[in-house]
């Protein structure tokens, strides 16, 4: 007889309580809120460290430029200083400016004098329009010869210029004609034929002594000096700066105007537009001094602030004492503080992310330190800021000639 097997009642199958789902729940909650504050922390990492690269390279790119022109200043006319050094730009300029300027030149530089002479390299202190240091760069591309030339008496015309030779003069050259503490800038005419020094010029084409004058910025009378004048004069005397088109000198400005931009303006309006050009964002502040070599040895033994004589107005104001100072200019050092454009929170209550002040050139003498206040109106130190500086040789003076 076959034994029976109860049925026994099918099991419950239990699920979560109620209880373990909650706290399930809030593990699930720490962890993902730990998960946010990690991503947070580093996100804020991210954008602090590309903010800070924004600028390193916008400041990177300025230095660039900067040392780019001051480098080459005085090129063209270092080895004529002491005829040349000094004298009054005289211009005519496209869009009816000349120079000296009628008007305020634009921003950030309407504080700047209106008349410039010829020189390597002038700091105007505090005199952008946001109250730091302006830089003028001066030189020339011609990369000819660079000596100047002995005009002639009686070799200037009403258009044009008799020469020993012409070599290396091309059609658009931008020629300075100086005498007697004065130079009148002018052009060759595009009609001069190409001869020896011109790529263009068949083999052995000898150079005429002729330069005849025309284009955009030949003028027959600058606001100090004419050809007129020159025509009279037994001291002139003539050198090639570069070409308009092709080959343009560097006579400019640099300093820092509104929204914490690095601005240029060229002097001589070669894009036909009395505006200042954008050169970098992130430029709170720009700063420099000079390099001096003041016994004449080609060795820089003192650095000088541009306060007092050595300010911008007192170098260009074309005395004997004050060309003596700015050939002693053979080094710039330019100094700059950079903002990050990111606003970022307090490090702790109170504690702003940026120190109350920056220090410029401290491992220079007094009074050459700067020291730049952070804590003043217009400032955010919940912004990195950051210090760049490069000192900079000026070569062609540092190779002059004795004279």
């Not at 034929?193 to 600058?222: E, S, V």
């Amino acid at each position: 007889m076959k034994s029976v097997r109860p049925i026994s009642a099918p099991k419950r199958h239990r699920g979560f309580s109620l209880i373990e789902l909650m706290v399930g729940v809030g593990i699930g909650l720490v962890i993902t809120l730990a998960v946010f504050q990690v991503l947070t922390a580093s996100e804020a990492r991210k954008r602090t460290s590309t903010g800070l690269n924004d600028a390193s390279q916008s400041g990177n790119y300025a230095l660039y430029v900067l040392d780019r022109m001051l480098r080459s200043a005085g090129t063209g006319y270092s080895q004529g200083w002491a005829t040349v050094g000094g004298c009054r730009l005289n211009a005519a300029l496209p869009g009816g400016e000349s120079l000296p300027r009628v008007g305020p030149l634009p921003a950030p530089f309407t504080a700047i004098p209106q008349t410039f002479r010829l020189a390597p390299v002038v700091i105007f202190r505090g005199a952008s329009d946001t109250g730091t240091d302006v830089i003028m760069v001066m030189s020339g591309a011609t990369g000819y010869g660079e000596v100047l030339t002995n005009v002639p008496a009686g070799g200037v015309a009403a258009t044009q210029v008799a020469l020993p030779n012409t070599i290396g003069y091309r059609a658009g050259d931008l020629v300075m004609l100086a005498s007697g503490g004065e130079c009148l800038l002018s052009q060759v005419d595009a009609a001069k034929p190409a001869c020896a020094g011109d790529p263009a010029a068949p083999l052995g084409t000898a150079c005429g002594p002729i330069l005849p004058l025309g284009g955009t910025y030949y003028t027959p009378a600058g606001a100090n000096l004419s050809l007129a004048t020159l025509a009279l004069q037994s001291d002139v005397s003539a050198f090639s700066i570069g070409n308009a088109t092709t080959n343009p000198p560097q006579f400019g400005l640099i300093g820092v105007g509104a929204d914490s931009t690095l601005f240029a303006h060229n002097l001589l309006l070669f894009n036909g537009v009395n505006a200042s050009e954008p050169l970098a964002e992130g430029v709170r502040e720009l700063h420099a001094v000079y390099g001096l070599d003041t016994n004449d040895d080609g060795i820089l033994d003192a650095w000088q602030s541009p306060t007092a004589l050595w300010d911008g107005p007192a170098l260009m104001d074309g005395s004997a004492a004050s060309n003596a100072r700015l050939r002693q200019i053979v080094a710039v050092r330019v100094g700059m503080v950079l903002r990050s454009s990111l606003v970022e929170r307090e490090l702790e209550p109170g504690v702003p992310v940026a120190p109350a002040n920056l220090q410029l050139f401290s491992d220079l003498p007094a009074p050459n330190p700067i020291t730049v206040d952070l804590t003043r109106a217009g400032e955010n130190r919940n912004q990195r800021h950051r210090t760049v500086e490069i000192t900079v040789p000026l070569r062609n003076f540092l190779m002059r000639t004795t004279s």
